[in-house]
Nanobody
Framework: QVQLVESGGGLVQAGDSLRLSCAAS????????VAWFRQAPGQEQERQFV??????????YYADSVEGRFTITRDSAKNTVYLQMNSLRPDDTAVYYC??????????????????WGQGTQVTVSS
């Protein structure tokens, strides 16, 4: 059974950095795409796309709001995907989720394209 476990969240100040990890097991590494989504306080109905990486060729995709500040990478040997977050801002505060699935390019930024999800990790950025 596919399992995704996130770690690395915490409380930081604006301008600081954090690195989130998503450890995949149970055949998750055979799933083509791993993505990060976030859910901000008061937005329980919506998970916002942050970044994604194609497992086969490492092609990466980013939301406009994080482009240039966040970097998604993968370590195939460890079956782990990372999200390096730099220059954090208070509006980055959210629960960050790792997800895995097989979306086509036009669906890659939609949370419904991913059947597998981790439990989430809290990131809080104070001003």
């Amino acid at each position: 059974q596919v399992q995704l476990v996130e770690s690395g969240g915490g409380l930081v100040q604006a301008g600081d950095s954090l690195r989130l990890s998503c450890a995949a097991s149970g055949g998750a590494s055979s799933i083509p795409t791993v993505a990060w989504f976030r859910q901000a306080p008061g937005q329980e109905q919506e998970r916002q796309f942050v970044a994604a990486v194609r497992w086969a060729n490492s092609r990466k995709y980013y939301a406009d709001s994080v482009e240039g500040r966040f970097t998604i990478t993968r370590d195939s040997a460890k079956n782990t995907v990372y999200l390096q977050m730099n220059s954090l801002r208070p509006d980055d505060t959210a629960v960050y989720y790792c997800a895995a699935g097989s979306p086509i390019l036009s669906s890659l930024r939609g949370h419904s394209a991913y059947p597998y999800w981790g439990q989430g990790t809290q990131v809080t950025v104070s001003s």
